[in-house]
């Protein structure tokens, strides 16, 4: 059996008055990510994480920013898409694992609702999912509510 780990990173800024999107949900919040998608940080950063395990470039490469087709896209279509171009290489997904860096609001709540969006869109289970929060100790620009950061690792095998 071959394995391989990736790792993926995502950063938006945020902004009052904008939808928040986290772990493929809408969280109440007063401000929300900017994105050409729906700027869902989270996903983003999965889909990184698989997509170098595969060694099949980044998100922004097979889903450009300059491109209007993803303008305010759902981005569990990315992660579906990704998982599907994953398999499509002989790859299965075996977990992954995500941390977030953000002030507010707190998401320790709403973990197990994003590991139930996540986990069927990989084909894996809640249990392989991962997701875990943190702030910035009110340091840097996470710490003064402009951004969020998505951190993840993914296990992926072959054979």
């Known amino acids: 059996m071959k394995i391989r780990v990736g790792m993926g990173f995502d950063v938006h800024q945020l902004e009052n008055g904008r939808d928040f999107f986290l772990g493929g949900i809408k969280l109440v919040s007063e401000k929300g990510a900017v994105g ?18 595969a060694n099949m470039r980044d998100i922004g490469f097979h889903f450009s920013n300059k491109d209007d087709r993803w303008k305010g896209m759902d981005s569990k279509f990315f992660l579906k898409e990704v998982t599907r171009m994953l398999h499509d290489k002989g790859w299965k997904i075996e977990n992954v694992d995500c941390t977030l860096t953000l002030e507010k609001p707190k998401v ?4 197990d ?6 986990a069927p869109l990989m084909q894996i289970t809640e249990e392989d999912v991962s997701i875990k929060a943190t702030t910035n100790e009110t340091l840097g ?5 402009e951004g969020v950061n998505a951190y993840a690792v993914a296990l992926i095998s072959k054979g």
């Open 108 to 111: 320790n709540p709403h973990i």
């Open 141 to 145: 620009y996470v710490g003064r509510e």
């Open 36 to 53: 050409h998608s729906d700027a869902d940080v989270l996903i983003h950063a999965i889909c990184d994480a698989l997509l170098g395990a």
């Open 113 to 118: 609702a994003m590991k139930k969006v996540l």
